[in-house]
C-alpha cells in the first residue's frame, strides 16, 4: 500500500529553484566557457564568471548543475574540475549552430519575471506580459533589434532538435520544395535542406526578420537551396510550395485564427500538397504531455487567448477547410507535428 508523501508536492514546488540555476548558467556563458576551456576547477569557475560569493556557494552551484546532469565532474569541491555533458556541449555552447540557450535567455529575461502573474491571467483571462502596460508584445519585439534578435533565436532554438528529427524522419519523397511560414531564424529550412539534398527552401517572415534569417543561412553555407523571404501572415497570401510549415505559430490564436491561418496555408497548397504544424500537441487524455499543457498556460501569459490543442482539434479544423486527411509525427520530447493532406 503506498502512503501519501509531501514528496511530489515540495519537488514541484521547489522546481523554479533548479530551473533558476540553469537560466543563470546559460547566462553566464558558463557551458560556452567549459567548451572553450574543456575543464575547469571551481576556482577558475569563480574567477573567470567573476562571482563574488564564497567558495562554497561556488561548489553548490557548479554541484547542484552535476547532480541534475548538466556538468560532469572529476574529484570534489577543493579538488573538483568540471566539464560539459554532451547535450550542454551540443546545445549550450554559443558557440555551435546548434545552440538552443536563445531561448533560455529569453526565459530567463523575459518570461520568468512575467509567469509570476499567473494566478492574475487566470482570473482575468489577460496576457500578463509587456500587454499589462498597454504595449502589443509583437510590435515591442520587433520593434527593438537587440530583442527582436533574442526572441527568433529563442524561437529557433526551443524547436532545433525538433527541425532536426523532422527532417530526418517524414517522408520528403514526393516534394521538392518546403516554405516554412514564421521561419524566423530559418532554422527549419535548414535542417530540411541539410537532410533532403533534393529540397528547396524558403524561410518566409516579417521584413524585420529577414536579415536574421540570411546571417543562419549564411552560417550553414546552403545559400543556394535556402533563401529568406518576407511577408505578412495575416495581410498577404501565402507563397505555394509543395509542403507548408508553420511552427509555434497556430498556438499563439484563438480558434478563429487558428483555422483562418489553415485555411490560407489550404489555398495555398497545390493538389496533394502538404500542411504541417509543429507544436506541442495536446494529448487525447490531457494527462501525459504535461509540458503542452504548461505552454499552453504560457500562451495565456503571451497572449491572452492563444492555446495548445489536440491531434482531434486539428484534424476537426483541417475536415472544415477542406483537407483530406491528418497525421501526427512524434518529433523531440514533446512535440509533434501535426499534419494535414490536401
Known amino acids: ?13 521547489t522546481a523554479f529553484w533548479a530551473s533558476k540555476v540553469l537560466l543563470t548558467a546559460v547566462r553566464f556563458q558558463l557551458f560556452t566557457l567549459l567548451a572553450e576551456k574543456g575543464t575547469i576547477s571551481g576556482s577558475d569557475a569563480k574567477s573567470q564568471l567573476g562571482l563574488q560569493c564564497s567558495d562554497r556557494h561556488v561548489y553548490d552551484f557548479l554541484d547542484a548543475l552535476t547532480s541534475m546532469g548538466f556538468l560532469k565532474r572529476e574529484g570534489i569541491l577543493d579538488s573538483a574540475t568540471y566539464s560539459n555533458s554532451p547535450d550542454t556541449d551540443l546545445f549550450l555552447d554559443k558557440a555551435k549552430p546548434s545552440y538552443v540557450g536563445g531561448m533560455v535567455e529569453m526565459l530567463n529575461n523575459r518570461l520568468y519575471k512575467f509567469w509570476t502573474n499567473l494566478d492574475e491571467g487566470l482570473l482575468t483571462g489577460l496576457p500578463q506580459n509587456e500587454a499589462k502596460d498597454g504595449q502589443n508584445l509583437f510590435q515591442e ?5 537587440g530583442r527582436l534578435k533574442e526572441f527568433v533565436h529563442a524561437m529557433s532554438g526551443v524547436q532545433m532538435g525538433n527541425f532536426m528529427a523532422f527532417s530526418q524522419s517524414f517522408d520528403f519523397s514526393q516534394a521538392n520544395t518546403l516554405i516554412d511560414i514564421g521561419g524566423s531564424s530559418g532554422l527549419l529550412s535548414l535542417m530540411v535542406a541539410k537532410h533532403q539534398p533534393h529540397m528547396s527552401c524558403i524561410s518566409w517572415d516579417l521584413p524585420e526578420v529577414t536579415p536574421i534569417a540570411n546571417e543562419t543561412i549564411e552560417q550553414f553555407g546552403l545559400q543556394d537551396r535556402v533563401k529568406a ?6 495581410k498577404d497570401t501565402l507563397p505555394a510550395a509543395d509542403i507548408l510549415v508553420m511552427g509555434n505559430i497556430l498556438h499563439d490564436w484563438d480558434e478563429e485564427t487558428k483555422i483562418v491561418l489553415m485555411k490560407k496555408a489550404y489555398d ?3 493538389q496533394n500538397g502538404i500542411f504541417v504544424a509543429i507544436e506541442n500537441v495536446v494529448d487525447p487524455g490531457r494527462l501525459e504531455n504535461t509540458f503542452s499543457l504548461l505552454m499552453s498556460l504560457n500562451m495565456l501569459i503571451e497572449t491572452g487567448n492563444g492555446y495548445e490543442y489536440s491531434l482531434g482539434e486539428f484534424t476537426n479544423w483541417a475536415k472544415q477547410i477542406g483537407f483530406k486527411s491528418t497525421d501526427i509525427m512524434p518529433l523531440a520530447g514533446p512535440t509533434s507535428a501535426a499534419i ?3
Do not use: R
Open 141 to 145: 519585439l520587433y520593434a527593438d533589434a
Open 1 to 13: 500500500m503506498n502512503h501519501p508523501t509531501p514528496e511530489n508536492i515540495m519537488k514541484t514546488s
Open 268 to 270: 495555398a497548397l497545390p
Open 340 to 342: 494535414a493532406y490536401k
Open 229 to 234: 523571404a518576407s511577408g505578412d501572415f495575416f
